[in-house]
């Protein structure tokens, strides 16, 4: 079968050297291509060390990740990174210009494909108030760029990318809640078939995740869509209420 994206976690074990307990205890689940699968959690849940297992910043004593059968402990770095975006949760923009900050995983998207990236990502507004639009010079580190607008472009450059699996790490949470809306909307036709896979802060941003799992002291404590886990899981029910 042609390569698709499905990440898998089988009984997943990790821990820091030197911490007692795991940071990750016994994950499993399975991440479809086409679906986007919503990860929330308390903060320290192990949400972030999850998403890097995928992209092997680390490599679990325990348990497999696979990426369509194959384990990632098999491919290297650069291998991952060609199949799997990351939008971290500290957005890094490198200094150079917008342009090359979005052509990061790709070198050959046209002008239009980045603009097209920057629509979904809700960062084109910006873009083309700069008086050299695309071409605009970025700091190293993106200091001449505010927090938001780093964010954004960081969802573009993973956008232009058209990865198989995009990782957002909480990616949303720092925008006001009518962009966060318009973001999403507009992000499922970008993304088709690709696997997707948000941490979240906000309920809100993920009510329509096919699947969300609910992290607490690094194990998955629930799974389900949001009315599934609003029905049977205290968890999940918390972070609702809160
Ligand atoms: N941890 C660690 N060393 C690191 C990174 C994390 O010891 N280099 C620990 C801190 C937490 C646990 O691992 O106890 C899980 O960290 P995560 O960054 O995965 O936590 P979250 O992403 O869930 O938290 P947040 O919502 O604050 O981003
Ligand atoms: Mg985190």
Redesign the pocket.
């Known amino acids: 079968t042609p390569a698709a994206g499905r990440i898998e976690f089988d009984n997943v074990t990790f821990g820091?050297p030197g911490?007692e307990t795991p940071?990750i205890n016994s994950a499993s689940f399975v991440a479809e291509p086409g679906k986007t699968t919503a990860i929330i959690?308390?903060?320290?849940?192990?949400?972030?060390?999850?998403l890097n297992l995928m992209l092997r910043l680390y490599d679990p004593q325990q348990g497999s990740v696979t990426i369509d059968g194959a384990p990632v402990d098999k491919l290297t770095r650069a291998q991952l990174a060609e199949s799997i975006s990351l939008v971290p949760?500290r957005p890094y923009l490198f200094g150079g210009t917008i342009a090359t900050n979005l052509r990061f995983g790709r070198t050959d998207a046209s002008d239009d494909e980045l603009w097209e990236a920057l629509r979904v990502a809700q960062g084109e507004d910006f873009v083309r108030e700069k008086e050299l639009g695309l071409d605009e010079p970025v700091s190293q580190g993106g200091t001449n760029v505010s927090g938001g607008q780093r964010q954004r472009l960081s969802i573009a450059r993973a956008l232009v990318a058209k990865p198989l699996v995009y990782l957002f790490?909480?990616s949303f949470s720092a925008l006001d809640v009518a962009t966060d809306a318009r973001l999403r909307a507009a992000l499922p036709d970008a993304t088709e078939g690709a696997t997707t896979i948000i941490?979240a802060?906000r309920v809100s941003t993920i009510t329509e995740a096919d699947q969300i799992l609910v992290?607490e002291g690094?194990e998955i404590v629930g799974r389900g869509t949001h009315d599934e886990l609003l029905t049977d899981n205290e968890v999940y029910q918390e972070i609702v209420r809160s």
Do not use: E, I, P, R
């Open positions: 820091f911490a940071v959690g308390s903060t320290g849940a192990g949400k972030t060390v999850l949760q790490d909480d941490v802060q992290m690094g």
